[in-house]
């Protein structure tokens, strides 16, 4: 009989860093579920709500560049993978 023994990995968290272009340029290094957070912080900063921070943390989490940077835009942000 033979055992295959699987090596099970600890799930790897991506880390984003988000640059906020009107605080300038704030930068900070989240993982994919505290972007929308971050982001909702920074506009609240502002006396801003925008559900486009629910959106843009979801995009992110599922790995939609496309979409994610055009909420990027909307929202004067950048996010990139953090090297």
Same mark, same amino acid.
């Given at each position: 009989?033979?055992?295959? +023994? ?35 912080? +920074? ?21 939609? +560049? ?18």
């Amino acid at each position: 009989m033979n055992i295959h +023994w699987r090596h099970q990995h600890p799930a790897v968290m991506t880390t984003y860093e988000i640059v906020d272009q009107l605080h300038d340029r704030h930068a900070v290094g989240v993982t994919a579920d505290r972007v929308a957070a971050t982001v909702a912080g +920074w506009l609240a900063e502002l006396d801003v709500q925008s559900p486009l921070t629910d959106e843009l943390g979801r995009a992110t989490q599922r790995g939609d +560049w496309p979409t994610t940077h055009t909420i990027c835009d909307q929202l004067s942000i950048d996010l990139m993978i953090a090297a």
